[in-house]
Structure formats: structure tokens, C-alpha cells
């Protein structure tokens, strides 16, 4: 990582949570990129490496946990944590979100003074 702040990639289609998402994870010191969907998503995430992604997992075309499972299967992407951001609450759906390949969940709402603790305790997960 060096000397510049940790890009963390957001991909998710509503509007509002990106912005609050966004806000505060600068006001942490991070570079966040942002996607409105999966494809641009997956496009940001090959083109810029970001340290961390954070999915939403009810997207419309193609969701979250399908997103997960492609960026897996990118030699370059494949260690590069990602974490759902999800309402998807129910039971078993935590086990369903680690069993595509997700390295993490966080429910919505997102807690606005713990997410940044939560984003850096998947950033020093990597190798």
C-alpha cells in the first residue's frame, strides 16, 4: 500500500448508499471508487486493483454474489478481499454470501461509526 491511501472499490446501485458509503470512508483517509452495477464493477475492479471491495448483493442483472464469484476467478483479483454489503438478513444468508467467495459481510443500514473499524479489519486480512 504504501505511502497512498487504500482504495476500496463500492459497487452498488442505489445512489444514496454510495454517497453515504463514500462520505464516510474519505472522512477514514480511503479512495473509494464507485460502480452502479456489476459490470462496472468487475470493469473498475480489473482496470484499478483496489485493496478492498465492497459489494451489495441485490443489484439488479447480475447480483452480488455472482459479481464475487467472477472477481474470484481473476488471478490478479482472486486475493483481494471482498466484503457484502447487504440488507439480506435472514437466516443462513451470512453463510450464503461467505460461500460465494465474499471474505466478509456487513448489514444495512451501515453503522456509520462502525464501518470504518470493519473496513479496516478486512484490510489488514491481506496476504
Not at 482504495?7 to 474519505?26: C, G, H, S
Not at 443489484?59 to 482472486?78: I, Y
Amino acid at each position: 500500500m504504501g505511502d497512498s491511501p487504500p482504495t476500496v472499490l463500492y459497487v452498488e446501485d442505489n445512489a444514496e448508499n454510495r454517497l453515504l458509503v463514500r462520505r464516510i470512508l474519505q472522512a477514514e483517509g480511503y479512495h473509494v471508487l464507485e460502480a452502479a452495477n456489476a459490470f462496472e464493477g468487475l470493469r473498475l475492479a480489473l482496470d484499478e486493483h483496489p485493496d478492498l471491495i465492497l459489494v451489495d448483493i441485490n443489484m439488479p442483472e447480475v447480483d452480488g454474489l455472482s459479481l464475487t464469484s467472477r472477481l474470484r476467478t481473476d488471478p490478479q483479483l482472486a486475493h483481494t478481499p471482498v466484503v457484502a454489503i447487504t440488507a439480506n438478513v435472514m437466516r443462513g444468508d451470512r453463510e450464503r454470501t461467505l460461500a460465494a467467495g465474499c471474505d466478509g459481510y456487513i448489514q444495512k443500514p451501515v453503522d456509520v461509526d462502525f464501518l470504518p473499524r470493519q473496513i479496516a479489519r478486512f484490510l489488514h486480512r491481506q496476504p
